[in-house]
């Protein structure tokens, strides 16, 4: 158990909905990753937030966004869904403090989503 | 911009014998990080072992250990005594030291454990 949290676990919705993915990072983890695993491929990076405020920004859709919250919990917003965005998404805590920047992401057990 | 290539999608090793999987990365920087995260069927993202390119010494994490050859880019993962449990898909990862970068993953390599 990595200390991260995700819900939910499963998601099953149709095209052209709006889910929110959310993950509690470990406790003391200032900065969370949002990453998406498509079927047999490698993850690709999304966005990550630090202490509230976003810090990089990957090959994110316009149609995601994401932020996080003064308890550092952090959602993932996805609209607008199409059947291509069926994927494993997870969320990665890390400390990022005293300059550590790449310090190590522990991940969640990931929300798998399903668009029908 | 960076990226990683794991160039052998499946590898197969008998149970107790070892194993190396490859991987090399493109980048112009100095300063960076490397990882080998596991994958095992129920899809967690396990922490295997970490590199620091400032760092000559080869990591090393129990039956793990890598060969880092900061100058041919290549950043190979050695499962020493493998066990059924190392069945896993093995993901190669970097990340640059500076912020406001984000983590670039391989492909993966499927790793099958023969008992």
């Known amino acids: 158990d990595s200390g991260v949290t995700q819900t939910p676990k499963h998601l099953i919705t149709a095209t052209g909905q709006r889910v929110t993915l959310r993950c509690s990072p470990r406790?003391?983890?200032?900065?969370v990753y949002w990453y998406q695993q498509s079927l047999d491929q490698g993850l690709q990076f999304l966005i990550q937030y630090y202490n509230g405020e976003e810090r990089a920004k990957g090959n994110i859709l316009e149609r995601f966004s994401a932020q996080q919250f003064p308890d550092l919990h952090s959602e993932l917003n996805l609209s607008s869904l199409e059947l291509g965005d069926s994927a494993l998404y997870f969320c990665?805590?890390?400390?990022?403090?005293?300059?550590?920047?790449?310090?190590?992401?522990?991940f969640g057990p990931g929300t798998r989503l399903t668009v029908l | 911009a960076q990226t990683v290539t794991q160039s052998q999608p499946e590898m197969s090793v008998q149970e107790a014998e070892t194993v190396t999987l490859s991987c090399t990365y493109d980048t112009s920087e100095s300063d960076y990080y490397l990882f080998w995260y596991k994958q095992p069927p129920s899809r967690q993202m396990i922490l295997v072992i970490r590199?620091?390119?400032?760092?000559?010494q080869n990591a090393t994490e129990n039956r793990f250990s890598v060969n880092f050859q900061k100058a041919a880019k290549s950043f190979s993962l050695k499962i020493s005594d493998s066990q059924l449990g190392d069945a896993a898909m093995y993901f190669c990862?970097?990340?640059?030291?500076?912020?406001?970068?984000?983590?670039?993953f391989g492909a993966g390599t499927r790793l099958t454990v023969k008992p």
């Open positions: 406790s003391g983890d200032l900065s």
């Open positions: 590199q620091e390119a400032y760092k000559q």
């Open positions: 990862a970097y990340r640059s030291a500076a912020w406001g970068n984000d983590m670039r």
């Open positions: 990665a805590s890390s400390v990022s403090t005293g300059g550590q920047v790449a310090d190590t992401q522990y």
